[in-house]
């Protein structure tokens, strides 16, 4: 069974603040992604990796980095935490090769920015 | 425009109902469907996926119509277990990075 980790269930920060969302994936998954997910707009992808070292921004990359130093682990960068970007965080990962190869997400982070 | 659309809902219905939820998408480059299982404030789970001759899980049965671009789900004899957001995904090309989530359709069975 694929388990993928994120570190915290719930965060809260301060505006300003450098924060660090991990994830880590057991499943030796080559994609792994960031997603966020906030009432009425869905899920929304932030950023991607298909491979150690390489990143693709998604939809909403303002705001944030990421790092992929091993394949196993994902990282979520926000570099100077601001209120709108509370938000419930999502990391999943998925095969790069295989039929279909569908999404596998972690529990998420309930990330509170006062 | 890649974009994928469902009825947000909510459907309520009573246990032992069949519903149906749909979901159409915009590109006809599509390649792989899948059904999403999402509880509240939980994060969301695989149900199944949706291949082009339609397939079944119990309960569960997944359509595609690639002509009409949209993807079915029919949910035959609801538990209260069911009640959920169901969310349709639409991956753009082979490696599975390129995909779009549709923003759910929410069901609530009652007894």
């Known amino acids: 069974d694929v388990k993928v980790t994120q570190s915290s269930r719930y965060l809260v920060k301060r505006t300003g603040e450098k924060v660090f969302l991990e994830c880590v994936q057991d499943?030796?998954?080559?994609?792994m992604f960031w997603y966020r997910q906030d009432p009425g707009l869905g899920l929304r992808l932030i950023y991607f990796?298909?491979?150690?070292?390489?990143?693709e921004k998604g939809d909403i990359p303002e705001g944030y980095s990421v790092s992929r130093e091993k394949k196993e682990r994902f990282s979520l960068i926000l570099e100077s935490a601001s209120t709108n970007q509370t938000s419930m965080y999502l990391c999943?990962?998925?095969?790069?090769?295989?039929?279909?190869?569908?999404?596998?997400f972690g529990d998420g982070t309930r990330l509170s920015i006062l | 425009r890649k974009e994928v659309e469902q009825d947000p809902g909510p459907f309520n219905v009573p246990e032992g109902a069949t519903v149906a939820f749909n979901c159409t998408y915009s590109?006809?480059?599509?390649?792989?469907f899948f059904w999403y299982r999402q509880d509240c404030r939980k994060e969301p789970k695989l149900l199944m996926s949706?291949?082009?001759s339609g397939n079944e899980d119990g309960r569960f049965t997944a359509q595609l119509n690639r002509a009409s671009q949209y993807i079915s789900l029919l949910i035959r004899d609801s538990k209260l277990s069911d009640s959920a957001t169901y969310l349709c995904?639409?991956?753009?090309?082979?490696?599975?990075?390129?995909?779009?989530f549709g923003k759910g359709t929410t069901l609530s069975v009652s007894s």
């Open positions: 999943a990962s998925s095969p790069g090769t295989g039929k279909g190869r569908p999404q596998h």
């Open positions: 499943m030796d998954h080559e994609n």
């Open positions: 990796s298909y491979d150690v070292k390489m990143k």
């Open positions: 590109n006809s480059a599509s390649q792989s």
């Open positions: 949706v291949y082009s």
């Open positions: 995904v639409v991956t753009f090309n082979q490696a599975g990075t390129a995909l779009i």
